[in-house]
Every structure is written in C-alpha cells, then in structure tokens.
C-alpha cells in the first residue's frame, strides 16, 4: 500500500511540475 501510495504522489507531483 505504501509503496502504491508513493507512486501515486510521485506520479501526480510530476504532472504538476510538467
């Protein structure tokens, strides 16, 4: 769940930097 949960915010973290 947790490593999910990182992916998840890596992944939105990105589309906000992009």
Known sequence: ???AVT???AMQ???VAA
């Open 7 to 9: 992916a998840d915010s």
């Open 13 to 15: 973290i990105a589309a």
């Open 1 to 3: 769940i947790a490593v």
